[in-house]
């Protein structure tokens, strides 16, 4: 009797044990890809120290109070454009610039592999993107591949991924046409890449062609191709910026830069079709400053989606998501914690929001409740120069089996 009791004793301590270094808050690690704009000043030529470091900075966030530490300059690469972290592996991609002598490319994807403990970075390898100005990507977890969407040469180019996080040369390499009105829209300029919930189409937003185009993938190898209904024309002028499904497949949202217009369309993955189902602006019908939309991002749950507004009008916006209609309903908007809200990102946790402040060099953090999706200034930043992407890594996200590739 005393043997049970002592088993049924010990049992119950494990378990409470477990049980509190499950509940127990984890730390997440934060990336920001960073590059200088413009040309360096005379100070910066004259005083190397004077110019900022390009590159990947980190930080730590405490997923628990949302304080954010930072761990400096993790790596020194060249235009860190924009930055995943691998679904299942603790391996974090950067797009860079890289010299050399081909004038149809100027960009590479970088794989790093990331320290559990520390957060520290080790390059695994480099691979030529084909592109010039490349500014986006998207991970499909189904074929292992990495998206790249290139601004400059207006052409879409994957990447397969190894077992280890690592990357192979271009698979597949496809380019966007059409042009828009604006000064800025002279030719092709692929902007963001998606890849759809089945893992058989890719959508690109085209800011130059005022165009989203939808290639077909074939995830065995990794090859391209236009889909049937190859292009859904924008209005024009619109810019599209940055695209993203909805976690349930039915809606695709996309922001457009020029007109600050963030709209949802219907996806029809058997015929491939994207058709408009709602569109809405955030200036009123008598705005008439400089208007850009930067970044979107939803929520875990899928109720919310968030934009972010740089030009004469910066804000953050929080809009409730009809899941039938796809209609967005503004529910809050706030200025950022900074200047010029560049871009944004949703911890896994689902808790917190890091705002990279590209105009006043530096990250901030809001807390985002998970009820109502509403945010809240926490009053956590750090400083870090020319911020222009976020991407989290976390061990909840990563289990230790499916680190080691098992």
């Not at 049992?11 to 960073?34: I, K, M, Q, R, W």
């Not at 999706?373 to 992407?389: F, M």
């Amino acid at each position: 009797m005393r043997f049970r009791q002592f088993v049924a004793m010990s049992l119950f301590l494990e378990l409470s044990v477990l049980s509190a270094h499950a509940a127990a808050p984890v730390d997440e690690f934060v990336y920001v890809g960073t590059y200088v704009f413009g040309p360096p000043s005379h100070a910066e030529v004259s005083d190397q120290r004077a110019a900022p470091q390009q590159g990947i900075y980190g930080a730590r966030l405490d997923v628990g109070t949302g304080r954010l530490s930072s761990l400096g300059l993790s790596v020194e690469i060249k235009r860190a454009s924009w930055l995943i972290t691998h679904p299942s592996l603790p391996i974090l991609y950067s797009l860079s610039q890289i010299p050399g002598d081909n004038p149809a490319s100027d960009s590479a994807v970088i794989s790093f592999a990331i320290d559990p403990k520390s957060g520290a970075l080790r390059q695994l390898n480099q691979m030529d993107a084909h592109g010039l100005d490349a500014t986006h990507m998207a991970f499909d977890a189904a074929s292992q591949t990495v998206f790249v969407a290139h601004h400059g040469s207006g052409n879409l180019t994957d990447l397969p991924v190894e077992s280890d996080g690592s990357l192979r040369p271009v698979a597949s390499d496809l380019k966007d046409f059409g042009s828009g009105p604006t000064a800025r829209q002279k030719s092709a300029m692929a902007h963001g890449v998606a890849v759809d919930p089945t893992h058989h189409d890719v959508v690109v937003a085209d800011f130059g062609a005022d165009r989203l185009f939808v290639y077909r993938f074939d995830g065995a190898s990794r090859l391209l191709t236009p889909a049937t209904v190859p292009f859904l024309q924008l209005s024009p002028g619109s810019g599209p910026r940055h695209l993203l499904f909805h976690p349930k497949g039915r809606f695709l949202f996309v922001n457009n830069e020029l007109t600050g217009e963030i709209c949802s369309y219907q996806w029809d993955s058997r015929g491939e079709r994207l058709t408009l189902a709602h569109c809405r602006s955030p200036y009123s019908a008598d705005y008439s400053g400089r208007k850009s939309a930067a970044e979107i991002s939803i929520s875990r749950d899928g109720r919310f989606l968030y934009l972010s507004l740089r030009g004469d009008q910066e804000a953050l916006i929080a809009y409730a998501i009809d899941m039938v209609s796809g209609a967005l309903t503004e529910i809050q908007r706030i200025s950022p914690p900074g200047k010029i809200p560049w871009s944004f990102g949703i911890d896994p946790s689902g808790r917190w929001m890091v705002v990279a402040d590209q105009g006043s060099n530096s990250v901030a953090v809001l807390a985002i409740d998970a009820k109502s999706g509403r945010l809240t200034a926490t009053g956590e930043s750090t400083p870090i120069p020319n911020p222009v992407t976020v991407a989290f890594y976390s061990p909840l996200t990563h289990p230790p089996s499916r680190r080691r590739g098992e």
